[in-house]
């Protein structure tokens, strides 16, 4: 699908991987439909080109109306909070699964055949031992494994495959390993907030960080790749240690604390050689990625 001229929409536009994704798009020639509860939360992106229409994952009659007229959804919106307990797993289930079949049976409503879900590397049982690629074992969702998110976002993947084969829809899914970017309200915000610290003494192991930009452009080229229809694509990083994250931050911002390593003898990693030929994915160094996270933020 050439997307010049074409109007796609994208879930959670306002989270920190939808402002990329909507920005990927528009570099594309995209007409971007976001699709929110809170068009005010970044409302910046409406000066940029993006159209906002509101609708709530829950609320079913209002994606349909959202994603009329629209040639293709991503499916990006998802709840992440690190919160245990009954109440924590019900409102993620809510979200992460109830809210992807409200996302796909409204897609299917409104005419719209063409879905690209961003799931996540979360899905698989991690190993330390080889890289994870897209046929690794996953959890076993339904049982909760691997904790509320992980599990809640399995189990949305497991339908986002099953209302594709029902609806006939052209699907493709995106894994994305530990994210970072702007307005990170998860792995940026503890990075600062332990950066405050004179001097940081850690533990460091190996783990998959990537670029929001990066997981948005690649993201955008599964929706433009017809090729892409029905597969699915790890978007990870190599397993970088997590002290040479920190140290790249610091530099980014030009002031920090001295860190000082234990590195163990654990790495994660994922297996993006499929992205990277099919999809054009590249994860891009840490100095390079977050010269720019630092400069949006204003850090």
Known sequence: MNLKGK???????????????CRSLLAAGAHVVGVVRNPAKAAFLADEGVEFRRADLTDAAALEAAFRGCHAVISNAAMYVATKGFSAWHAHEKANVEGTRNVFE????????????VSTFGIYRWSITRPMDENWPQLDGKNRKGGTYRATKQISEDIAWQLARELDLQLTTVRPSGVYGARDPNTMELVYKALRLPVLVMPSIGFPLVYAGDVADATVQAVANDGAINQAYNLGGEGHQLS??????????G????????????????????????????????????????????V
Do not use: C, W
Request: glycine share 8%; hydrophobic share 45%.
């Open 7 to 21: 109007t796609v929409a994208v879930t959670g536009a306002s989270g920190m991987i939808g402002v990329y994704l």
């Open 106 to 117: 409204a897609a299917h409503r409104a005419g719209v055949k063409r879905i690209v879900h």
């Open 244 to 253: 040479t994250f920190l140290r790249a931050v610091v530099r980014a911002r």
């Open 255 to 298: 002031k920090g604390p001295r860190i000082a390593s234990l590195p163990l003898p654990i790495k994660i990693r994922t297996d993006n050689s499929k992205a990277e030929r099919e999809l054009g994915f590249r994860n891009r160094p840490f100095d390079e990625a977050l010269k720019q996270v630092v400069a949006e933020e204003g």
